[in-house]
């Protein structure tokens, strides 16, 4: 079993549609939570960082975060074509060297026009 | 936000050859470097974790002599690929942060595309 779990998807939405996208993670150590956004050849980019159970808005986007439950989701309202991309959830675990962060598979996201 | 960059971009070249790929952060001291690597539609393979001034340590599987990371500044990284084959073909990716306390999050560099003919 993998310590982050993510759906790869891929996921097909018409634009406008409001988009949800989930991981669930095993290890309850895990403390500070992320969404990476990641354009196809390109380096991902942190969209989401968050840490206590509950949401968190920034502009369209919301990420959750239930540790009692071990899930963590991240919404998009109106979805754009431009929000086409895979989009990687990732976990900070402390261990022997420190701070290590697991990511997710990612899901691959398509907003169709 | 902070910001981190790699090059080249992109490199080609022959089997047998070494490549150096290079990866800054540029407004901020980088306590930890990360290196991973990504294949086609699949998710980012982490190769090592270097600390600036020490030794890298490298993943299982990974082998040490085949990719020589040095972390010689806070804010530069480098990942050296010796005697490149074919199969070393990938996407490359360093990310940066700034502390160690966990709360910091990862910055990542736009990708070194590697193609070995």
């Known amino acids: 079993q993998k310590e982050v779990e993510q759906d790869p998807g891929p996921l097909s939405v018409p634009e406008g549609a409001i988009v949800s996208l989930n991981c669930t993670y095993s290890?309850?150590?895990?403390?500070?939570f992320m969404w990476y956004r990641q354009y196809s050849r390109k380096g991902p980019e942190l969209l989401m960082y968050?840490?206590?159970?509950g949401n968190k808005e920034d502009g369209r986007f919301t990420a959750q975060v239930d540790k009692s439950s071990k899930y963590i989701s991240l919404f998009i309202r109106d979805s754009q074509p431009s929000d086409s991309a895979t989009y990687l959830c990732?976990?900070?675990?402390?261990?022997?060297?420190?701070?290590?962060?697991?990511f997710g598979a990612g899901t691959r996201l398509f907003v169709k026009a | 936000g902070a910001v981190v960059s790699q090059h080249p971009s992109w490199v080609i070249c022959k089997s047998g050859t070494s490549v150096k790929i290079e990866c800054r952060s540029l407004d901020f001291q980088a306590t930890t470097m990360f290196w991973y690597r990504q294949f086609p539609k699949q998710s980012l393979m982490l190769m090592a974790t270097?600390?600036?001034?020490?030794?890298?340590?490298?993943e299982q599987g990974v082998e040490k002599d085949k990719f020589l990371i040095n972390h010689a500044s806070l804010t530069l990284s480098t990942l050296t690929v010796t005697s490149a084959h074919p199969e070393d073909s990938s996407f490359y990716i360093c990310?940066?942060?700034?502390?160690?306390?966990?709360?910091?999050?990862?910055?990542f560099g736009p990708g070194t595309r590697l193609l070995v003919l």
């Open positions: 990732a976990a900070n675990l402390l261990n022997t060297g420190g701070f290590k962060t697991i």
């Open positions: 290890n309850s150590a895990f403390q500070y």
């Open positions: 968050t840490y206590s159970s």
């Open positions: 270097s600390n600036e001034g020490s030794k890298a340590t490298y």
């Open positions: 990310s940066a942060r700034e502390g160690t306390s966990g709360s910091e999050t990862q910055y």
